[in-house]
């Protein structure tokens, strides 16, 4: 057990749909990372959270939004969602805001129908 | 290119064996390269991780050897056992992004 959890661990919806997912890092650690996992592309980095600020963009698609609250827990927003946002979703945290040493979550499984 | 070629994409090797997973990369501005390691269902683990200013690093029974001048780097796991049957990714670091390979499933029989 890594000590960052994730809600839910499944969601099934529709496309056209909005859904939120949520982490909670570590107890003491500062950064949220979120990642997509899918067959075709990989682990893919969206976007990093320091301490409440957004701190490192990647893949993340306009649809697609995050915040890191005062309590330094996460949620990533999906919206207008399409087949193909179908995968897994991976909140990590670390200590710090080097990317290194990330614990990751279990997970929330998307399938947009 | 911000990309991490990972290979081969499956391996299987007898318990004890060591396997040898490799990845190449083209950009020299990445500067720490982790291993991570994730079973079916879970998320995925820190396993090992090296800096390009050295060569060779072991954590266990895991070692990782960096070449920096093929911008190549491996991961071996001695005395290789049937619970190290999982996926493993290597992973670098460019402009505060961590990019990952593709994976290798490896399969450890008993």
């Known amino acids: 057990d890594s000590g960052v959890t994730q809600t839910p661990k499944h969601l099934i919806t529709a496309t056209g749909q909005r859904v939120t997912l949520r982490c909670s890092p570590r107890s003491g650690d500062l950064s949220v990372y979120w990642y997509q996992q899918s067959l075709d592309q990989g682990l893919q980095f969206l976007i990093q959270y320091y301490n409440g600020e957004e701190r490192a963009k990647g893949n993340i698609l306009e649809r697609f939004s995050a915040q890191q609250f005062p309590d330094l827990h996460s949620e990533l927003n999906l919206s207008s969602l399409e087949l193909g946002d179908s995968a897994l979703y991976f909140c990590?945290?670390?200590?710090?805001?080097?990317?290194?040493?990330?614990?990751f979550g279990p997970g929330t499984r998307l399938l947009v129908l | 290119q911000q990309q991490v070629k990972q290979s081969p994409q499956s391996l299987i090797v007898q318990k004890g064996g060591i396997p040898i997973i490799n990845c190449a990369y083209e950009n020299t501005a990445f500067d720490y390269f982790p291993w991570y390691q994730q079973f079916p269902g879970k998320g995925p683990a820190l396993l090992i991780a090296i800096r390009p200013d050295v060569s060779e690093k072991k954590e266990g029974r895991f070692t990782i050897s960096f070449n920096k001048s093929a911008k190549q780097f491996s991961l071996h796991i001695m005395d290789s056992q049937p619970g190290d049957s999982a996926t493993y990714f290597c992973?670098?670091?460019?402009?505060?992004?961590?990019?990952f390979g593709k994976g290798t499933r490896l399969h450890i029989l008993p």
């Open positions: 992973a670098a670091r460019w402009e505060d992004k961590i990019i």
């Open positions: 990590a945290s670390s200590p710090r805001d080097s990317q290194e040493t990330q614990y």
